[in-house]
């Protein structure tokens, strides 16, 4: 399985830290709309992310339920059709949850930072260290 280091924060300046993280990239930030839905498991998390209607993620991770940075473990598989597997999924596990965001997406060659505007979270904050 591939790793990353997540650090979480919620922001009060959305717009400034969209502009400083822009900055400090070394590409330009990406648009992204994303809706997240989190399937019943018996262990781990289970998410599709949906990009756009003919592009998903389906992402496994596992994580411990702790403040500050936190491990993930973490396996993904592309799906063109994300509303078929979708169906499939609910049908065999359920859906546990589900969230919508936009926001940016900066990358660098070994971590990358996302900031959005989700429901329930609000304005926040991912930084990934690969």
């Known amino acids: 399985m591939a790793a990353n280091i997540e650090i979480k924060a919620r922001v009060k300046d959305f717009d400034g830290l969209a502009r ?58 592309m799906t063109p059709e994300p509303e078929a597997l979708k169906t499939v999924l609910a049908a065999a596990w359920g859906i546990g949850a589900s969230s919508a965001s936009s926001g940016c997406s900066t990358g660098w060659e070994t971590h990358g930072s996302t900031w ?6 609000g304005p926040s904050w991912n930084w990934r260290l690969c």
């Open 20 to 77: 400083r993280a822009e900055a400090l990239s070394d590409t330009p930030a990406v648009k992204l709309q994303q809706e997240d839905t989190f399937f019943n498991t018996l262990g781990g998390r289970l998410k599709l992310r949906v990009l756009a209607p003919d592009h998903g993620e389906l992402i496994y991770y596992t994580r411990d339920d702790a403040t500050g940075p936190k491990r993930s473990d973490y396996l993904i598989s």
């Open 116 to 121: 959005t505007r989700s429901r329930g979270w």
